[in-house]
């Protein structure tokens, strides 16, 4: 009993830790936030931030680090084939982890985000998702296949952004459909099958 009350409190403290981290990233850059900062939002000592994390940017990639296994699952659940016949269950997983997760998202896809990040997750898509989709596809040569998969990903993020910044105002399902029907049919879909 007394380990596994330890270890709920433990559990509590990190979790406080983190969104007292997440108020402050809305305000200012990782950079400017010191643990002295964060304690007293936790309403804890520094001490007790000591027994978690070595500074900040421990706590920072402590975070980063379970969306990114967290978002790894998500896109190992999904084959290429399952992908190249249709994107959205793919969209849909994705968008419901980044609807649990909406204010750390967008955070870190703010302006005193983490671009490294941003730009791991990017690497990851491409390597599980994008290159192995891509092969399937005959069309898409090895000169073009940059191009595709910058317009697949970056309008897809832009996307994402725009939801998270407007609270979610679509349900995952409605957006994964949109977001497929732009990956599949690009904008000649939206003029053929207007919203």
Known sequence: MAAETVDRR???TRATLRLCLGKLLK??????ISVK?????????RGTFYLHYRDVYDLLSHIENDLFQQYTEILDRHKPAEIKESPKMLLT??????????????????????????????????????????????????ANYQYFYAYITEGTIG???RWVENSTDLAPEELAALSERF???????MINNPL
Do not use: C, Y
């Open 93 to 142: 997983d994705l968008l419901f982890f980044i609807r649990e997760n909406a204010d750390l998202v967008q955070i870190l896809m703010g302006p005193n985000g983490d671009i490294q990040f941003l730009n791991q997750l990017r690497d990851v898509f491409r390597i599980k998702i994008m290159e192995p989709w891509a092969r399937t596809m005959h069309s898409v040569t090895e």
């Open 37 to 45: 900062e964060i304690s007293e939002l936790a309403d804890i000592n």
């Open 10 to 12: 433990v559990r509590k």
């Open 183 to 189: 990956i599949i049919n690009g904008a000649a879909g």
């Open 159 to 161: 996307m994402i952004k």
């Open 27 to 32: 305000e200012k850059k990782i950079q400017e």
